[in-house]
């Protein structure tokens, strides 16, 4: 059974970079695209972006200047930077497997989710 | 970027209801969408894909149809565990976007 966990700091400075981890567990990183997803408290669900096994990314264009992602193979992780975040990027963060093979396109698996509060 | 509206926000219903939730694509994104039920506290999970495809393991009371634009999430007979908020995903093109979100809660 595949797993994901998200891990890093909950509490990050304004201005500041967030960072987080995504290590992948029961199944191999290889040949899917791993996403990022986030959500404000009580609010709606927003995709950051992803990157395929081979390093390819794609990101939102509402955070595209701020997001990297990046994946290490070798460790089954793909983390996430975002710069320069204001209070408007408090959320819970989530990893996540994205199945993408024609036509057939879903997140089926999910991490719990981690709360990144930013806050002086 | 595609603008995906949910109909409802919310909605109260009882059990052994029949519930529908739609959500409409700002342009044509064929048959690429996706349902997703969200509990307070959890992450979302994945119910529907390509507009009707069933996820295993998920209840045959649930079932999804459309295409173009507009995309129908119906459960037949509301059971106590589907208390939930829902949500639809384009997977059409990128960035991909979410419908704002349907909260179905207890009448």
């Known amino acids: 059974q595949v797993q994901l966990q998200e891990s890093g700091p909950g509490l990050v400075k304004p201005s500041e970079t967030l960072s987080l981890t995504c290590t992948v567990s029961g199944g191999s990183i290889s040949t899917y695209y791993w996403s990022w997803i986030r959500q404000p408290p009580g609010k709606g669900l927003e995709w950051i972006g992803y990157i395929y096994y081979s390093g390819n990314t794609n990101y939102n264009p509402s955070l595209k200047s701020r997001v990297t992602i990046s994946i290490d193979t070798s460790k089954s992780q793909f983390s996430l930077k975002v710069s320069s975040v204001t209070a408007a990027d408090t959320a819970v963060y989530y990893c996540?497997?994205?199945?993408?093979?024609?036509?057939?396109?879903?997140?089926?698996?999910w991490g719990q989710g981690t709360l990144v509060t930013v806050s002086p | 970027a595609i603008q995906m509206t949910q109909s409802p926000s919310s909605l109260s219903a009882s059990v052994g209801d029949r519930v529908t939730i739609t959500c409409r694509a700002s342009?044509?994104?064929?048959?690429?969408l996706g349902w997703y039920q969200q509990k307070p506290g959890k992450a979302p999970k994945l119910l529907i894909y390509?507009?009707?495809s069933l996820q295993s393991g998920v209840p045959s009371r649930f079932s999804g149809s459309g295409s173009g634009t507009d995309f129908t999430l119906t459960i037949s007979s509301l059971q106590p565990e589907d208390f939930a908020t829902y949500y639809c995903l384009q997977d059409y093109s990128y960035p991909l976007t979410f419908g704002g979100g349907t909260k179905v809660e207890i009448k």
């Open positions: 996540a497997r994205r199945y993408a093979s024609k036509p057939n396109y879903y997140f089926d698996y």
């Open positions: 342009q044509d994104i064929r048959n690429d």
């Open positions: 390509v507009a009707s």
